[in-house]
């Protein structure tokens, strides 16, 4: 079964930074569409970045400036760095590897919490 595995997540306040880690198999890694969502309390799961196997890269809008995609291809790890956080960025945060007609892959999220 493929894992993906999420790290960095927990409370920060208004203003702070966090950095997420998301580690996946090589072969999804180096295939796969790297990107991280997330889940607010009720509202369905959005995209917040994604980077293709190119480097491209996607941001939704409510992040654009402050959030940053990025990998380390040496060890299967897409980051996901997180400043002048938001009390509206508090949600749990998912790692997705995802392709056209293949099977996505899901983290099992990590929390983030900004409040004072």
């Known amino acids: 079964q493929v894992q993906l595995v999420e790290s960095g997540g927990g409370l920060v306040q208004p203003g702070g930074s966090l950095r997420l880690s998301c580690a996946a198999p090589?072969?999804?890694?180096?295939?796969?569409?790297m990107g991280w969502y997330r889940r607010v309390v009720g509202k369905e799961r959005e995209l917040v970045a994604r980077?293709?196997?190119?480097?491209?890269?996607d941001y939704a809008e409510s992040v654009k400036g402050r959030f940053t995609i990025d990998r380390d291809t040496a060890i299967h790890t897409v980051y996901l760095q997180m400043n002048n956080l938001k009390p509206e960025d508090t949600a749990v945060y998912y790692c997705?590897?995802?392709?056209?007609?293949?099977?996505?892959?899901w983290g099992k999220g990590t929390p983030v919490t900004v409040s004072s």
């Open positions: 997705n590897a995802d392709r056209p007609f293949a099977t996505p892959y």
């Open positions: 090589r072969n999804i890694f180096s295939i796969y569409i």
């Open positions: 980077i293709y196997s190119q480097g491209g890269t």
